[in-house]
């Protein structure tokens, strides 16, 4: 499958702890994207990363790509219980606008 | 500036009956797509559209099928309901540019029974 596959399934984590998630992948790809879902709503879009980029910021987000491993974490600093959510990764590869995601990471913060 | 919505938000229908579901996409977003989500997995392909055509389909069975007009909203139809058809399905829309990302709508719940 070239879709991405999370890792962990499942989170679990004392608010103000890091979290750490990755996503691997089968396919080259043009950019790789995070989203954010909370229960029975839609997703949000977080943080994207082009194919020629190793590492992006976007306030306690940081995501890193490394492209020979075919593989990109996400890692939520200083985590708060508002970011409960399921976290997906999703490929786009360069040949249309289709985006693929993954089963996603689902991370329960406790207060 | 309203975001991506779709109706109904809920919806509960029998085997064999068909449903349409509806999405109007953030302003100034030219390019629709369609997802489904059962319970607990990731987003699933189904089509997308732009400039009221299909542009790109995923592996789903003709029983799915769908339309842009000219205001880019956009419609989704499945035929002869199954219950695997029961699931969360979700309208994004986007620039047709390769790099924009996806805006999502909250999503329509369907239930088969």
């Known amino acids: 499958s070239q879709q991405g596959e999370e890792d962990p399934q499942a989170l679990s984590i004392q608010e103000g702890e890091n979290a750490t998630m990755n996503c691997s992948y089968k396919t080259s790809i043009n950019n790789l994207q995070w989203y954010r879902q909370n229960s029975g709503r839609g997703l949000v879009h977080l943080i994207l990363?082009?194919?020629?980029?190793r590492e992006k910021h976007s306030g306690r987000l940081r995501v890193t790509l490394d492209t020979s491993k075919k593989s990109s974490s996400l890692l939520i600093t200083a985590s708060r219980a508002a970011d409960t959510a399921s976290y997906f990764c999703?490929?786009?590869?360069?040949?249309?606008?289709?985006?693929?995601f993954g089963g996603g990471t689902r991370v329960l913060v406790k207060p | 500036d309203a975001g991506v919505t779709q109706s109904p938000t809920h919806l509960i229908k029998t085997r064999g009956q068909q449903v349409t579901l509806r999405c109007s996409p953030k302003s100034g977003h030219d390019t629709v797509s369609w997802y489904q989500q059962a319970l607990g997995q990731g987003p699933q392909f189904i089509f997308q559209y732009y400039e009221e055509e299909e542009r790109q389909r995923g592996n789903f069975p003709d029983r799915f099928s769908g339309h842009q007009f000219p205001n880019y909203s956009s419609e989704l139809n499945v035929n002869a309901l199954l219950l695997g058809d029961s699931a969360l399905y979700l309208c994004?829309?986007?620039?047709?540019?390769?790099?924009?990302?996806?805006?999502f709508g909250n999503g329509t719940r369907l239930t088969v029974t």
């Open positions: 999703a490929i786009h590869k360069a040949a249309g606008n289709k985006l693929t």
């Open positions: 994004a829309s986007s620039f047709s540019w390769g790099n924009s990302p996806l805006h």
């Open positions: 990363i082009r194919s020629n980029e």
